[in-house]
């Protein structure tokens, strides 16, 4: 019997964050972890235990509008540059601002969290069916998948760095209510990729928004919507599966 065999893989997931249903998220992510007999999962709300981040095997996240401090950015940019890998999940590049004068703009007040994560998200266009290509069809996180609609958010996004795209999407047109509004150029926009920083890498799916009647609290009581998106779709749990199992394997 070796020495690992019946070693554990030691998972921090944080999900927190606003205006989605990070409730329901949070018990999906947790259900596919489990599905995983070795992984043993710390869950958070924040980013602030630091040295628990440090001591996991991965981290994963679903967030909107979560800022970690400038300290917490650097360990998490550490956690990645050491060797380790983070799956990062839609909203988790999100900074929002609602402007007095109408719309909502994304600062860039977490320049080191979002040059790790590869992007920061600066607007999307109303929720609509879209088509999701395979941008690497032989990468293992995607070989096998064909093209999929879904509907969901087309996530637009400023680039940091030299991605591997493994989802792509196309859209022009305007992210209506977003100070970054024009979106005219016909470019692939990543739905997911990878970001190697240092010895690891960052893994980041967009796709998966997800609102419940309450998730816009205070600004409206009562969201008339239930909206589950890509959770809706076969091929999004597939794509989680197989991020969860290469985080997984890499610690192993």
């Not at 249903?21 to 949070?26: L, S, W």
């Not at 992007?119 to 995607?142: A, C, R």
């Not at 890509?230 to 599966?241: G, N, T, V």
Request: hydrophobic share 40%; aromatic share 10%.
């Amino acid at each position: 019997m070796s020495d690992t065999e019946h070693q554990t893989v030691q998972v921090y997931l944080v999900a927190a964050g606003d205006y989605h249903d990070i409730d329901f998220a949070r018990l999906e992510l947790l259900k596919l972890l489990a599905e995983e007999e070795k992984i043993r999962v710390q869950v958070a709300a924040d980013y602030h235990d630091v040295d628990a981040i440090q001591a996991a095997d991965f981290l994963i996240t679903y967030t909107c509008n979560l800022v970690p401090t400038e300290a917490e950015q650097l360990a998490l940019r550490d956690f990645v540059r050491s060797g380790k890998r983070w799956f990062a999940l839609h909203g988790t590049n999100a900074i929002l601002k609602f402007l007095d004068a109408g719309g909502v703009d994304c600062p860039e007040t977490a320049p080191v969290m979002m040059e790790t994560l590869g992007t920061q998200f600066l607007g999307h266009p109303p929720i609509q069916p879209f088509t999701v290509h395979v941008s690497d069809p032989e990468h293992e996180l995607v070989k096998g998948i064909e093209p999929f609609e879904t509907d969901d958010e087309i996530y637009l996004c400023r680039i940091h760095g030299d991605l591997h795209h493994l989802l792509h999407s196309r859209f022009t047109g305007k992210a209506t209510g977003f100070v970054h509004e024009d979106w005219d150029e016909d470019v692939p926009h990543p739905v997911y990729y990878i970001n190697r920083v240092g010895e690891g890498e960052v893994l980041y799916l967009n796709l998966g928004h997800c609102r419940g009647h309450y998730d816009m609290q205070p600004m409206v009581d009562f969201y008339p919507q239930i909206e589950r998106c890509a959770w809706d779709k076969p091929e999004f749990y597939e794509l989680l599966r197989r991020g969860i199992r290469y985080c997984a394997d890499r610690a192993a």
